[in-house]
């Protein structure tokens, strides 16, 4: 292999597997047949992969240099067939499959938690709701619950099962704290991720919410906001705060990559 292949071992994202491909390459580039699918796998493993790295993929297969016909013909197949299903993989996952309810509270709910003020948004900003127990269902049961004496509402929720549209997407909801005249506030569509549950599947669902509401008003993920852009909060918590995500890997960085390769 060439030096173009040593510079993409660094782009291999399971150390292990970065250490098994160098020293595969430094014993005159020949792969066996469990580095090969080694290989592959350290890309399959972490869930959704962008175009960038199935085409680093395909690049250290095409140099590649094997020690059997058994390599060879696996890497061919690859190559030739899985290709293709991986571009049908993609468009399957581009399409928005999540139940996705409609359930407006009252323009009459107390607080002001619908205040009814017309918005044209601008940005999407992300929420996780600092509740270890409550679902979809439960955070839109509380904006009308007679006990909550909070202003604080939301445009929507989602879960491991769902997503729930709790205030109109073109209205004002108080969720950014930054004033009745704020940015966050007054220009931003609101979203709750609940911290209960499957929190990979949750964030998988996440994931495409955050990604149909981009596609819906023609904008990319430069549109995506944090609570915490707004006013400093550490919201969403399970994203931006280590000792609260359930897999050091969830940063915002990782969410808004994946939101993009469904755009």
Known sequence: MGNKSYALVSKMRDPSVRMALANALKDDGRLSYDEILMIVASTYDWGIVTWHEFNDLKTILNEAKTIDQRSKNYIN?????????????????????????KDHIPKTTNNSRRPGYAMTPQYLTIHSTANPKSYATGERKWLTNPTNNRTASFHLVVDEKEAIECLPLNEVAWHAGDGGKGTGNRKSIGMEICESGDRQKTLENAISLAAKILKDHSWDT??????????????????????????????????????????
């Open 222 to 263: 430069t549109k995506l906001k944090r609570h915490y852009d707004w006013t400093q909060k550490i919201c969403p918590r399970i994203l931006i705060d280590s000792g609260q995500r359930d897999k050091q890997t969830q940063t915002w960085e990782w969410f808004t990559k994946q939101v993009a390769t469904l755009l």
């Open 77 to 101: 197949n690859f190559l030739n067939k899985l290709y293709h299903d991986y571009l049908a993989n993609q468009s399957k996952k581009k399409a928005f499959t999540l139940p996705y309810t």
